[in-house]
């Protein structure tokens, strides 16, 4: 397999936590008018970096868990010539010591903390590859209005090659927070149409390996295809506040498992399982 990466090496180291506290507390009410915010060289580019060669690692030697079956995988089609592409981990921190890091970190712990005003605890983790070709996803909320959902559901979300425009970074389009569901609250994925996004233009991420971007389950956004030729991977982890629902991971897969099993036997596909 030839797997074709950036250097993520060359980073500055992320800035102490007594550093970053004065700057998060300036940047909260930001979080909440836009829906968003980004934190540059968060983490140590050498943590990114374990995380990349345990990704490469997974790809190479775990080759046994990469199947259209496994509830684990997801897969999206090139997005010219409709080839099934491998895409993600779903979850991820079972399997790379290195994410479980940096999922629990206790410094991205604090800045949760002050984001919702109370402790925050770990809901959903996967790793997404985005390799060259891949299609990209179009423009939604991540909210589902699943029974017990949490509605405080945010994503952090953790570059580990560089993105951008070019390698179809997510684009978010800030404000339409405030409004809420902006689909039917039925339980279903909804794409949103143009008329739902009011005219607001995108803000096209890009990121450096260290930086993170954090934005809320009613934050819409989307992503282009992938039209370089270098991967795009990250790291997306998703929270909830303390006290809505409490630590529900376990709970939230065995949901998640479950709805997708229903949904791939739709299709006829009835030899799905979790590996």
């Known amino acids: 397999m030839s797997i074709v990466i950036e250097n993520s090496s060359t980073h500055e180291t992320s800035p102490s936590p007594a550093s970053l506290t004065p700057v998060i507390s300036a940047d909260v009410s930001d979080y909440h008018r836009d829906g968003y915010l980004i934190l540059r060289q968060f983490f140590d580019p050498a943590l990114i970096q374990q995380i990349s060669d345990e990704a490469i690692s997974l790809l190479i030697e775990r080759r046994d ?3 259209t079956n496994n509830l684990r995988c997801r897969f999206q089609p090139h997005h010219q010539n ?5 895409e993600t981990f779903d979850p991820v921190i079972d399997l790379s010591p290195a994410c479980g890091m940096i999922a629990r970190d206790q410094r991205l712990f604090q800045v ?24 990209g996803y179009g423009i939604h909320q991540d909210y589902i209005a699943w029974k017990n ?15 951008s425009p070019e390698n179809g970074s997510t684009e978010l389009y800030a ?3 405030h409004d809420g569901p902006l689909t039917p609250e039925d339980g279903a994925y909804h794409e949103l ?5 009011q005219g607001v233009k995108p803000l096209k991420l890009t990121l450096a390996p260290g ?8 934050t819409p956004h989307g992503s282009a295809p992938n039209a370089s030729d270098v991967w795009r991977r990250q790291l997306y982890l998703s929270y909830n506040a303390l006290s809505d629902g409490g630590d529900q991971r376990s709970a939230h897969y065995a949901t998640f498992q479950s709805w997708l099993k229903e949904r791939y036997a739709e299709f006829g596909k009835t030899e799905t399982y979790f590996r």
Request: with cysteine.
């Open 65 to 67: 868990l990469i199947d």
């Open 82 to 86: 409709g080839e099934c592409l491998f």
């Open 112 to 135: 949760l903390e002050m984001l919702y005003g109370e402790p925050a605890a770990l809901f959903k983790d996967k790793l997404i590859f985005k390799p060259p070709g891949a299609k």
């Open 149 to 163: 959902f949490p509605r405080s559901f945010l994503t952090v979300l953790v570059p580990i090659d560089a993105c």
């Open 175 to 177: 404000g339409l927070h």
């Open 193 to 197: 149409t143009i008329d739902q996004l």
């Open 211 to 218: 930086d993170i971007a954090i934005f809320g389950g009613f």
